[in-house]
């Protein structure tokens, strides 16, 4: 059986890392305009309990909702929770058990999840630098939601304690003051993220990164929070307290997926 640690690994990076997806389908030229439409059931055992998303592939777009599906045409299970985690944070061999056309399986595993690795791998280009801070980005907004939704104490009492506030993420890029944009909205412990700019109301705190580059180094952790600001890499408009804060529990989200 998984630990809480392990399951609640699994359900951020059901939750949180599988719609990025979208990004990749949208902006990397190795699938972008592919013609691939499956549904697609992806997780693991844990003793009797099946912890998994279903994925629907149409026309270019993904929808992600959690938990099983009988309209999947492929089923990919691990046979634990331990494994499912290890190929994802790309430190495991094992392979899940396949239902259905094991060809597209494949396909799915080597072409789609292992774009995600964007996410984690030394960037090579100005593109794979883009695509790897506004994947990260994305993913740590709606993973810290998930976070929240699934219970964990501290990081729920710091939600709780708030009312209506966003925490919002810029990223500069060739002139553009929100090339990369997303956002972390909390009101009395609930939680949402979002993408782009929230214009309704004025940022709590945001979070405004210079360049690419810049917010590269922040996110490899080259630079700590503090020397980057000093740097001139990222700008903190807000409560720097209340910044810190969220910092830290990014940090140990990060951790906890890759």
Known sequence: MATEQEIMTAKLF????????QVLMDESPKLKGKKFNHVIQFGAKNGEELICCTMTFRDGHLDVVQGPSGDADIVMTFSSVEKMNALLKGTGTHLPAIRGNVAVAFYFLLTYLMGLKVMTKKPQNDLEKYLKVKCSLYMICRAMSTYNKLGDPDFHEFCHRQPDRIYQFRVEEDGDPARIACYLRVCQGKSKSGHGVYARRTPFVLFRFTSVDGALKVLDKEVE?????EQGYVELVGSPEYACLLNDYMAIIQAMVT
């Open 225 to 229: 929070f503090v020397a980057a600001e």
């Open 14 to 21: 059901l939750n949180a890392a599988m719609p990025v997806l």
